[in-house]
């Protein structure tokens, strides 16, 4: 017997299929670098966060446990030893007598990627002491990102939100740390400086500059980009006006600077530092050398192994730099409205309790379909549907890099209980008065469906917003599961049904 699969079977079955190539489950072993201290022998060695360490002087590391095991017994004494370090890309030797200043963590085995209530860490709602713009909101997101760039941490999740009043504030999670150690970073307003040699030429913010060029082609922009043996790399340069007092401690740093052997600049780079740590350096061009001019050119580059990836990274490096000398160190002192602290214990055993109790639902909920309509397909329709809406859920979530949290979790279980509600709608419709035929009756029980749809929709948009966009997580994952339940489990659902009252 030929089974003929409908047009929405069919989109069911692609979405689901494009759905587990965004989880994408991982069956590399090793300990991935989530953080690295800057000018350490490693780093300077070349080891960056994102490698996959799978060997240590050729003991094999294949998860964070055996890191820990391999370099307490490499480090047992404090005598300097020669380390190999072999990541699943590159090789790296140093020689040092204590512990690598890394943090590790497992593989993810799944692009799915945890919020901070299962990890563990600390969570602080940060409001500006003055009212700010949405631009500015953003200016201070992009600049406290790169100060805690500069302390370190790498697990960091920094995202502006407002809530239904218009109150602007700063969410700022880290994984890790304590509360203690949030407030300090916090609390500190940041200091930022430019220097030539020792010499500071000018500060951050509205004492020493008065512009920077952002969005104008004729003064900002990536001027060309090659190939090389590695890849791409892109050059970019923009315009700062400096004022005048700026513009002459300028002058007077570079007047007795050589040029360097090409010619194009001076021998001394432009030093940026953000609370006296050093975050990138800038070539400076021979023609300014001991110039009073208000207007200087920064240039800098990115790099990628495709032209692509290279622009991209060529245009986060000069928006990142811009953001920085625009408003140098933190611009507004910040007041922390809330500061939590986010236990790890619930981790990765609590999701796995969580899931089988989704999919526990979701079978004992076929069951009880069974016995009440004694169809076994269609309980079997019911099954597949409800895990294929949970598959692209976590499909969407891993595609946007979604951080499932606990509100995100919730979301998850009243999708899934929306849908199966939204599927026994059908199984009623389908099985009434038979003086209609299947297809009006499908259509009746889309139209409730679509109905209770756009009703949910309307209470999840003003949630997304509220309780300074606390809810978010839930608001999200709920609009994304109910939206693919409309437009793809249920019309497949549907069709099978349809399929089996004919």
């Not at 309980?379 to 509100?407: H, K, M, Q, Y």
């Amino acid at each position: 017997m030929k089974i003929k699969i409908g047009f929405r079977l069919w989109i069911l079955i692609i979405v689901l299929l494009f759905s587990l190539l965004a989880i994408k489950p991982s069956f590399d072993s090793g300990a991935v670098v989530t953080s690295i201290e800057k000018n350490s022998s490693i780093f300077e060695a070349g080891l960056r966060q994102g490698e996959i360490i799978q060997s240590i002087n050729g003991h094999d590391v294949n998860n964070k446990e055996e890191y820990s095991s391999v370099v307490n017994d490499l480090f047992i004494d404090a005598v300097e030893k020669r380390v190999d370090v072999t990541t699943k890309t590159n090789e790296y030797t140093i020689l040092t007598n204590r512990t690598l200043e890394i943090t590790v963590e497992d593989v993810p085995k799944t692009k799915i990627q945890t919020g901070l209530d299962l990890r563990g860490g600390a969570r602080a709602l940060v409001q500006p002491d003055v009212s700010v713009s949405d631009s500015e909101l953003q200016d201070l997101v992009a600049i406290s990102r790169n100060r805690f760039n500069v302390y370190g941490l790498s697990d960091v999740n920094i995202k502006g939100i407002t809530d239904l009043s218009g109150n602007k504030f700063m969410l700022v999670e880290v994984a890790g740390a304590t509360p203690a150690d949030l407030e300090q970073l916090i609390s500190q307003q940041g200091k930022f400086e430019a220097k030539v040699g020792n010499v500071t030429v000018f500060e951050g913010g509205n004492r020493d500059i008065s512009d920077v060029c952002r969005n104008d082609a004729t003064c900002a922009g990536i001027r060309d980009c090659f190939q090389t043996q590695e890849g791409y790399v892109c050059n970019f340069q923009f315009a700062v006006y400096l004022k005048q007092e700026a513009a002459q401690r300028h002058a007077d740093a570079t007047k007795n600077l050589s040029l360097d052997e090409t010619g194009q600049y001076l021998s001394e780079k432009l030093y940026l530092f953000v609370d006296d740590n050093e975050v990138d350096s800038l070539l400076i061009g021979s023609s300014l050398r001991g110039q009073v001019t208000t207007q200087i050119s920064i240039q800098g580059s990115g790099s990628g192994p495709a032209r692509e990836d290279a622009i991209k990274d060529t245009k986060e490096s000069m928006n990142r730099l811009q953001t920085v000398l625009l408003t140098g160190s933190l611009p507004y002192k910040l007041e922390i409205v809330k500061l939590d602290t986010i236990s790890p214990t619930l981790g990765q055993e609590f999701i796995k309790s969580i899931f089988i109790a989704v999919i526990a639902a979701i079978v004992v909920v076929s069951l009880v379909v069974l016995v009440r309509y004694r169809k076994v397909k269609a309980s079997l329709a019911l099954l597949v549907t409800s895990f294929s809406e949970l598959i692209i859920i976590l499909g969407v979530a891993a595609l946007i890099r979604w951080n499932l949290d606990l509100p995100s979790i919730a979301g998850i279980l009243a999708t899934i209980g929306t849908g199966v509600d939204q599927q026994i709608i059908i199984l009623d419709e389908a099985g009434r008065s038979k003086t209609l035929s299947i297809k009006e009756r499908i259509k009746r029980a889309s139209t409730i469906i679509l109905s209770a749809y756009l009703t949910l929709i309307a209470a999840m948009i003003p949630l997304y917003w509220a309780g300074a966009g606390l809810f978010k997580g839930f608001a999200l994952t709920t609009i994304i599961g109910v939206t693919a339940g409309v437009l793809i489990t249920r019309p497949a659902f549907a069709e099978i049904i349809k399929r089996l009252e004919s």
